[in-house]
């Protein structure tokens, strides 16, 4: 599956939980797929969606869902670390990858030869899930119905839908994000 049949996949099994997506597009699929106010699409900095997640997790009992990728999280990698110690149990990181930095030209990561999986497990994350790609094997359901801190490895296919812009403001996004938290 490429990242936007997984993300539709699981984007179908959520109802009401918050959604902080990647930069680039991860969160222009995702908005292309459905909009909504419980959607973060994070339009600046690569490598932060996991710690925004990570604050709101904490600032709410509803769950929040990360769309990440494999080139955010290598960016980003103290983050497992504090995710993991903050132990946030309303937390799903979701790591979509595919093995390059897919939105500006799939150049390659490192994860092809580092396991992500594998480093959430060495940082200590209790709850792990692995799909390949297969859009059987995918069982968000069960993931959701886990605890939380929950950390989903998926490998996708590299490749972007041919999916417009965001025909939001950054600023648009944040207030109807945080008067969403709100209710
Ligand atoms: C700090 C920072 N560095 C670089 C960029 C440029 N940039 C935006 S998205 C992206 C690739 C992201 O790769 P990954 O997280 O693996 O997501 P993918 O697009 O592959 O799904 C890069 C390099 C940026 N926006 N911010
Ligand atoms: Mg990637």
Redesign the pocket.
């Known amino acids: 599956m490429e990242?936007i049949d997984t993300i539709r996949k699981i984007s179908e099994e959520l109802t009401n939980e918050l959604v902080v997506c990647?930069?680039?597009?991860?969160s222009r699929e995702l908005h292309h797929l459905k909009d909504s106010s419980t959607h973060f699409y994070m339009l600046?900095?690569?490598?932060l969606a996991s710690s925004i997640g990570l604050g709101i997790a904490m600032s709410t009992s509803r769950k929040v869902v990360i769309f990440?990728?494999?080139?955010?999280?290598l960016?980003n990698l103290g983050s497992l670390v504090t995710i993991f110690n903050q132990n946030p149990d309303n937390l799903i990181l979701i790591v979509?990858d595919?093995e390059?930095?897919?939105?500006?030209g799939?150049q390659c990561?490192y994860?092809s030869t580092v396991n992500l999986g594998n480093v959430a497990k060495a940082v200590g994350f209790k709850n792990n899930f692995f799909f390949d790609g297969y859009e059987k094997e995918l069982k968000f359901k069960e993931v959701l119905n886990t605890c939380g801190p929950v950390f989903v490895h998926i490998k996708v296919k590299?490749g972007?839908a041919n999916v417009p812009v965001i025909p939001l403001e950054a600023l648009d996004i944040r207030d109807r994000f945080m008067d969403e938290i709100k209710k």
């Open positions: 990242r990647n930069i680039g597009f991860p600046g900095s690569m490598g990440d990728g494999d080139g955010s999280i960016m979509l595919n390059c930095y897919g939105s500006t799939s990561s994860a590299p972007n």
